[in-house]
């Protein structure tokens, strides 16, 4: 529903209920509180009441340069790059430290993930 918050949302499909409704045996605690427990290490992220410690795995992010890009230029040119347009229409760059890569369009969009 539009008028619960998201993290009792989230809780509720968790728990196994509905956002609205609360049971005798699942009470709804919103899981996103400002303030960390006393016991918890600073430099570690803070644990929910459920005692589920989301840890961020990947990224994906997209953008678009609006203008048309010549790819095999870009791979001749660029390190750590691969052009294959029998094999894939795009331009593959990679970089190892952090490990991400990047899809190149000749339409000008790019998708990095790492």
């Not at 459920?50 to 230029?73: F, M």
């Not at 990679?94 to 899809?103: G, S, W």
Request: proline fraction near 9%; hydrophobic fraction near 40%.
């Amino acid at each position: 529903p539009a008028d619960v918050p998201r993290s009792l949302c989230w809780q509720a499909m968790l728990a196994g209920t509905s956002a609205g409704a609360s049971s005798s045996t699942t009470a709804l605690v919103p899981t996103d509180t400002a303030t960390e427990p006393a016991d918890q290490p600073a430099d570690q992220p803070p644990t929910s009441l459920s005692g589920i410690r989301p840890i961020l795995q990947n990224i994906v992010a997209t953008c678009n340069l609006g203008i048309a890009l010549d790819l095999k230029t870009i791979a001749m040119h660029a390190r750590n790059a691969e052009y294959n347009p029998k094999r894939f229409s795009a331009v593959i760059m990679r970089i190892r430290d952090p490990k991400t890569t990047a899809l190149i369009f000749k339409s000008g969009k790019m998708v990095v993930t790492g």
